[in-house]
């Protein structure tokens, strides 16, 4: 049986946000994604609601690097959860975070910028999905800094582990 028989092979970038974008509208539409990342594992525990709080998704998701180390391509299984399979998985030992996702259009490409609540609060990042195995070019928004894809700092991984302070000092690199 194959490694990946399930799972979807996932590219995106990930780059710094400088500042939101005057046009984006902080109060309108988002999705709020609260990730629990389970404790000595590749799991991530995620529940995804609309900005009034209603919840549209629970999900249980594996998200590692494929063989070729790159941070930008990443394996990723999701299993689709009811809430008492939620509630249930929600019990096992796991670090959290919290962000708003905003979807943003720019030069007719879909971004999606991620800016983080919490322990993370200031830290905003920008993120685009490739299409799979053609290469890519990118119109980035002027808002965009620092392209952090290769920085496993900036993968939720890593990012949960982070204090406000860490956060803050990362923010800085923009």
Do not use: W
Not at 23 to 45: C, K, M, P, S, W
Not at 70 to 84: Q, R
Not at 101 to 129: H, K, N, P, W
Request: hydrophobic content about 35%; some cysteine; glycine content about 6%.
């Amino acid at each position: 049986m194959p490694a990946h028989k399930y799972a979807r092979i996932e590219r995106e970038r990930r780059y710094l946000v400088k500042q939101l974008p005057e046009d984006l509208d902080q109060h309108g539409e988002f999705t709020r994604i609260i990730d629990n990342y389970v404790n000595a594992t590749r799991l991530r525990l995620r529940r995804i609601e609309t900005s009034d709080g209603e919840v549209i998704q629970y999900k249980l998701g594996q998200k590692y690097l494929t063989d070729d180390d790159d941070l930008e391509n990443t394996v990723m299984t999701n299993l689709y959860l009811d809430a008492k399979e939620y509630g249930l998985l929600s019990e096992l030992p796991a670090a959290g975070l919290v962000k708003r996702r905003y979807t943003y259009m720019y030069a007719g490409q879909r971004f999606s910028l991620d800016v983080f609540e919490e322990q993370l609060d200031g830290l905003v990042l920008c993120e685009i999905e490739l299409p799979e195995d053609e290469v890519a070019d990118i119109d980035l928004p002027p808002f965009v800094g620092r392209d952090v894809t290769q920085d496993a700092r900036f993968t939720g991984g890593e990012l949960v582990e982070m204090s406000f302070d860490n956060v803050q000092e990362l923010t800085r690199m923009v």
